[in-house]
């Protein structure tokens, strides 16, 4: 595997976080369900992943794993599809939420971060889910190649990654323009503050994927109108149409480039056309 830049990167954009210290959310599960998913932010990223998903990925009862899987609501989701699913999250707060959320699912948990999965969960699996993780790792490029060495050949990745450049723009309108000029984009990692430590961009999904043999399928944009709205708190109404358009114009250029996180579906070659993918 190629050597990682990301401790480089980190040094560059003014990332106080000790390196090789990954993001853990202990402390935090009342947070993320109430300042993320009960709000439009987190009603927008599911029904649009449901949208995208539902019709991407088969219901065929298929092993399926999700990783950083936090609150568990794509594990629910996979497991009301037929899916029988492990949840692995390295949060003791967050699991414990998702596991009184399951009810008679087939869902197994497991606490544990990315990197014991080798070992824990080796698989292989045809299908893994892992939304917003790399960006909270200290070496998110080493996570990718764990990743793809867990899907078994022909599988399928579904990848969410914080977006690096929807982030500056972001910057810019709310007027914080000397930070977005020099790239102090990274997060820090301290208190209960979730600008993530290490957000990606698409040129570094594409340029994994060509040194890891990985084939993108599919690339979308989730949130790509709403977090740069006047108005944060839409009625039902008018969320109903934002979600419409996000819906519409999640994959379609130039849109989709500013989501604040990137959505992609990534299949592993089935063993006959490595060259092909490589």
Same mark, same amino acid.
């Given at each position: 595997? +190629? ?22 959310? %202990? ?78 699912? +087939? ?32 070496? +998110? ?23 690096? %450049? ?32 290490? +957000? ?79």
């Amino acid at each position: 595997m +190629p050597c990682s830049d990301d401790t480089a990167s980190r040094s560059r954009h003014g990332n106080d976080i000790p390196v090789g210290q990954d993001r853990i959310f %202990d402390g935090l599960a009342d947070k993320f369900a109430n300042s993320l998913y009960a709000t439009a932010r987190g009603q927008i990223r599911l029904a649009v992943l449901d949208d995208m998903l539902s019709r991407a990925l088969p219901s065929d009862g298929a092993p399926a794993l999700d990783v950083g899987g936090g609150l568990g609501q794509m594990s629910v989701w996979l497991a009301e599809r037929g899916h029988h699913v492990t949840l692995a999250e390295p949060s003791a707060d967050m699991l414990a939420e998702a596991r009184a959320g399951f009810g008679r699912l +087939p869902v197994q948990t497991l606490q544990a971060p990315i990197q014991a999965l080798p070992e824990l969960a080796p698989g292989p699996w045809p299908l893994i889910v892992c939304h917003a993780v790399l960006e909270w790792l200290a070496q +998110p490029r080493e996570a990718f190649s764990l990743l793809n060495a867990l899907l078994a050949p022909g599988g399928r990745l579904s990848l969410m990654v914080f977006n690096r %450049d929807a982030l500056r723009f972001s910057n810019v309108v709310k007027g914080n323009l000397d930070k977005a000029l020099e790239d102090r984009l990274s997060g820090t990692g301290r208190r209960q503050r979730l600008t993530p430590i290490s +957000p990606l961009t698409h040129a570094d999904i594409e340029r994994w994927c060509r040194e890891e043999g990985l084939v993108i399928e599919s690339v979308a944009g989730i949130r790509i109108f709403h977090d740069y709205l006047r108005e944060r708190s839409p009625s039902e109404a008018q969320l109903a149409t934002i979600i419409e358009l996000e819906k519409r114009y999640c994959r379609v250029e130039p849109h989709w480039r500013l989501g604040r996180y990137l959505h992609y579906l990534i299949r592993r070659a089935d063993g006959t056309n490595l060259e092909e993918t490589s």
